[in-house]
Nanobody, 120 residues
Framework: QVQLVESGGGLVQAGGSLRLSCAASGNIFSINNMGWYRQAPGKQRGLVATISGGGSIHYADSFKGRFTISRDNGGNTVYLQMNSLKPEDTAVYYC??????????????WGQGTQVTVSS
């Protein structure tokens, strides 16, 4: 069994910062891509950023410059540093990971989501 546990969401004023964390645990042999997605009320879930096992990073255009994705040395935890937050960044943020288990089978996993609310 695999779990992705997110933390770090909350309420922040416009212009402020938050750091989200997502830790993977369980039946893990290796993790390929990890990423962050978000879903605002009434909208579809969309990509924020991804980071590969080798450290290659991709950002959706809207987030370049304000958000930074990173991963710990062990590779099982991914972070999202969010700066200069705007009210339109208000959303539920979800962690995603492509996890290979000890049977060498890869599956896609999602965290439970963490709410980020930016007040004006």
């Amino acid at each position: 069994q695999v779990q992705l546990v997110e933390s770090g969401g909350g309420l922040v004023q416009a212009g402020g910062s938050l750091r989200l964390s997502c830790a993977a645990s369980g039946n893990i042999f290796s993790i390929n891509n990890m990423g962050w997605y978000r879903q605002a009320p009434g909208k579809q879930r969309g990509l924020v950023a991804t980071i590969s096992g080798g450290g290659s990073i991709h950002y959706a255009d809207s987030f370049k410059g304000r958000f930074t994705i990173s991963r710990d040395n062990g590779g099982n935890t991914v972070y999202l540093q969010m700066n200069s937050l705007k009210p339109e960044d208000t959303a539920v943020y979800y962690c995603n990971a492509e996890i290979v288990n000890y049977y060498r089978v890869q599956n896609d996993y999602w965290g439970q989501g963490t709410q980020v609310t930016v007040s004006s």
